[in-house]
């Protein structure tokens, strides 16, 4: 049986406690700085007070300040916190990691240089880990539709566990699966990590078809705008797609649970749509975020700020044409620089005709 | 201004009365014999009863036995009809159909020989009314998200229209663009309307994820099953792309409005869904199709049962492999042999490995 820890116990590494821990496995949960009353309520209680739910006996739970005996003889090693705190967990991992352990991210993002090339995060986690010791363990990440509260519940929930080593894939493929947690293995690591960013952005525009309908006084009303939805996540999908292809990604892997899939479950609801549905209203984003929702971590705007703003300058040096990409670039002009709810209909598909 | 006659006046035919008549044309709405208390509430009240809406002022309504005045100088002669009355519309259209004129098929289906052969519902008409007047006419259709009602009331709405000549496609866009329904052409007839016709078969399926929630008694659960339909979703359109293909198809058409766009919208609710959740709910088949949704219109069901029977000789012949379309065959089980729900994750996206 293998011993895994997890850096950072928010829901969704909470949730992945679960099948592992039900096969057998020893799972410890490390809480970040940020994390300190939800391992305090775990080893009190029992319960993940965010989840609202009893974490499974046996899973075992540590504050940051014992973090190197989780992490000591640990087989695998997961990084679990939100892609705000990623330098922070580098920095972390840094020290903590040791030579053969497999690294499982389950962090979601993206960075770019300011010449507009994007990297997926786990080539940042091994940047801030260095050369050498990124060479000594294996790196590989968990993508997919995966609310954690479903998952955690047992709630049938099919992800791709995707990475460099097919043979490390197919290892903790098999430490996680479960007869309700259903793993598939791909090496499209980029390509995963890409589809699992980017779509973030356009679950930010799902909410704004019920927006409209809220400022129209039409929220309950027989007709809503699921017209409108469909047109943007079809237009979401091939802007997806094409972000895949464009960090070298494998265009198939867009069709999949990390591409289509992921989407899918992701405008199914939460903050990202929250918010989007705000700016549907007639709110400015400015308000949205320093107002309405302030403090809230928000992936799919910090997403559509990182990737929005790469835009430009690879579109000036050629790399992409004008016309790509034109929701993503009009989602960013929304976060940006406020700009009101216009949708580019037209530009779309390859332009409307 | 061009004369566009729709045989057939429910809802979507209705629906697309409001943008052409909108741009000047002069639309003739022609009831079949199921759609006489329609006609008669237009000509009464000028409110189409299922819609709930007035229709716009000018647009004509005509019941069936006023068909030939109706046809008899239309530029564009649109088919309404459902699919189950197809072969009926043929039979009208090869006595109404003039040289000259451009048809704009809006319904949607699919038919098979028995040897799995499978034919768009364009072809079907075009065999109705005889290769001679076929060919004297044009055909186009349209397809992409479209509910309805919401057409009708103005909300945006993207679709594509296609067929067989770009130049008739520019004419009618043109025809019913408007700054609220967005008009898209492509020439991948057959593409469009397979992806058209196939995207109704997932939709059954989407129903499955509140019908547990249902049976489990967690209907307003905290934690429900958007991670389910998340991954059906992307089975399903893994499914819809290789129908699309396997037809002559371009691959991209799936990821369009006509393919994943049409798909998300159809998963959002209407018949083909609570069918879905029936079974999902522990249901079998036969009692949802015999007794709780007699009569229905279950165009999702209809598509499972044409083209998940023409699987087996498809490949048997081998055309397709015993482990294409998993999710497809699966249905096909429920809808003919009322086989329980039990998702066959494991086939799916290639084999969970």
């Known amino acids: 049986m293998a011993k895994i820890v997890m850096l950072g116990s928010g829901i969704m590494a909470t949730a992945l406690s679960f099948p592992s821990s039900e096969n057998g496995h020893e799972v410890r949960l ?40 989780a ?109 309700y947690y259903h793993v598939w293995t791909s090496t499209d690591f980029i390509g995963h990590e890409t589809g699992a960013a980017t779509k973030n952005i356009y679950a930010f525009a799902a909410g704004f078809g019920d927006g409209l309908l809220d400022k129209e006084g039409k929220t309950d009303a027989k007709y809503v705008r699921f017209n409108y939805g469909a047109a943007v996540f079809a237009q979401g999908q091939k802007e997806l797609r094409q972000f895949v292809q464009l960090l070298g990604g494998e265009a198939v ?35 949205v975020r320093d107002s309405l929702m302030k403090g809230v971590t928000l992936e799919g705007v910090a997403a559509i700020q990182v990737i929005g703003a790469a835009l430009k300058p690879l579109t000036e040096r050629g790399v992409i044409k004008e016309d790509d990409f034109p929701l993503c670039r009009y989602l960013y002009s929304v976060v940006a620089e406020d700009a009101p709810l216009e949708m580019p209909w037209s530009l779309f598909f390859g332009g409307e005709r």
């Open 71 to 179: 992490f000591a003889d640990a087989d695998v090693v997961m990084c679990g916190v939100n892609s705000f705190g990623l330098e922070w967990a580098g920095e972390q991992l840094a020290g903590l990691l040791k030579p053969g352990q497999d690294v499982l991210c389950i962090t979601k993002g993206m960075r770019a240089d300011e010449d507009g090339t994007m990297h997926v995060l786990p080539e940042v986690l091994k940047k801030a880990v260095g050369p050498e010791l990124a060479s000594q363990v294996s790196w590989s990440a968990i993508v997919g539709p995966s609310i954690a509260g479903e998952l955690a519940v047992h709630h049938d929930t099919c992800v791709v566990f995707c990475g460099e080593d097919q043979e490390v894939l197919t290892k903790l493929a098999d430490m996680f699966r479960t007869d």
């Open 30 to 69: 490390v809480g970040t700085h940020l994390d300190r009353d939800i391992i305090d309520s775990i080893k009190a209680k029992g319960i993940h007070p965010d989840l609202g739910l009893k974490v499974n006996d046996g899973v075992k739970v540590y504050q940051l300040e014992d973090a190197e005996e």
């Open 253 to 287: 892997t867009a069709d999949g649970l990390g591409g289509v899939g992921d989407m899918f479950v992701t405008s199914m609801g939460g903050r990202n749509v929250k918010a989007g549905r705000y700016v549907g209203s007639g709110v400015p984003f400015s308000e």
